[in-house]
């Protein structure tokens, strides 16, 4: 028998989420899975992209007492959206938070934690379009 050398692939967490627009009727929702080093950037993007929105409004996300978002001059009291990752929260199974969106209209979407995996777990043709 030969040592061959396997590469040894990195397990990236993932999350299966859903987005549930509030105060609306019928109910509108999204489900997406998110890799755990996502960052809320990217979950912004992915809500703007799913919903069809042309993200042309400022927003925010309200989760432990804490606003995430793009940072704006003078305001130091918001955390980056670019810099913190889904990951740095460790969500459990059912845990929410809120993705506000558009100001004016002032859209709340609940962001809700329903499912762990790995990637390694997931067929490659699912895993790859998880990636971004």
Same mark, same amino acid.
């Given at each position: 028998?030969?040592?061959?050398?396997?590469?040894?692939?990195?397990?990236?967490?993932?999350?299966?989420?859903?987005?549930?627009? !509030? %105060?609306?009727?019928?109910?509108?929702?999204? #489900? =997406?899975? *998110? &890799?755990?080093?996502?960052?809320?950037?990217?979950?912004?993007?992915?809500?703007?992209?799913? !919903? %069809?929105?042309?993200?042309?409004?400022?927003? #925010? =996300?309200? *989760? &432990?007492?804490?606003?995430?978002?793009?940072?704006?001059?003078?305001?130091?009291?918001?955390?980056?959206?670019?810099?913190?990752?889904?990951?740095?929260?460790?969500?459990?199974?059912?845990?929410?938070?809120?993705?506000?969106?558009?100001?004016?209209?002032?859209?709340?979407?609940?962001?809700?934690?329903?499912?762990?995996?790995?990637?390694?777990?997931?067929?490659?043709?699912?895993?790859?379009?998880?990636?971004?």
């Amino acid at each position: 028998m030969t040592n061959i050398d396997i590469p040894q692939t990195q397990m990236v967490a993932g999350y299966q989420v859903r987005a549930r627009i !509030l %105060d609306v009727h019928p109910i509108i929702w999204r #489900r =997406f899975l *998110l &890799r755990a080093d996502n960052t809320f950037a990217d979950l912004h993007y992915a809500l703007q992209i799913a !919903l %069809d929105w042309r993200d042309d409004f400022l927003h #925010r =996300f309200v *989760l &432990r007492g804490k606003t995430i978002s793009v940072p704006r001059m003078h305001n130091e009291s918001t955390h980056s959206a670019t810099d913190l990752t889904l990951g740095d929260f460790n969500f459990k199974v059912g845990q929410r938070f809120l993705y506000e969106n558009n100001f004016y209209v002032f859209w709340q979407i609940e962001i809700r934690k329903y499912s762990y995996f790995c990637l390694e777990e997931l067929s490659p043709d699912i895993a790859n379009k998880v990636k971004y």
